[in-house]
């Protein structure tokens, strides 16, 4: 019986599977570099985001969304050019409302509305100012 053709194939068969390996451990070197780039990336990404919501607490809030009326922003502006606490009626005044009992009160409810929100502060029954 002759062996060598069974040893050919053999080899044959070896150096297909030996660079079938090689390739595959090419494969697997750059999976590995890749796999190492993208966890280096998570490890950043976990890092800002840590950063980012450590620093959240120390920022400023924005301020706050005002009711959707176009009083509002006027009764904002009469604020900032006060030079002091004004009453409902003073605002209404600013406003050129006429001072009606139901204007007065409908101005006084926006204010306290303001108050709510953090953006006017009461200083006396019924008196209003900016919030510092």
């Given at each position: ?44 990404l976990a890092i800002t985001r840590k950063t980012v919501t450590g620093l959240a ?34 605002v209404c005044e600013a406003l050129d409302h006429e001072l009606l009992p139901k ?30």
């Amino acid at each position: 019986m002759n062996l060598r053709p069974l040893l050919d194939a053999l080899d044959l068969q070896e150096d297909a599977a030996r660079a079938l390996a090689d390739d595959l451990r090419g494969q697997i070197g750059e999976l590995q570099g890749r796999l190492r780039e993208a966890e280096t990336h998570l490890e950043h990404l976990a890092i800002t985001r840590k950063t980012v919501t450590g620093l959240a607490d120390r920022l400023p809030a924005g301020p706050p969304d005002l009711p959707e009326h176009p009083d509002y922003p006027r009764i904002l502006a009469v604020f900032h050019e006060a030079t002091g606490p004004l009453r409902a009626r003073d605002v209404c005044e600013a406003l050129d409302h006429e001072l009606l009992p139901k204007n007065v009160e409908g101005t006084r409810a926006k204010l306290k509305r303001l108050v709510k929100l953090g953006i006017l502060t009461e200083i006396d029954a019924g008196s209003f100012a900016r919030k510092q």
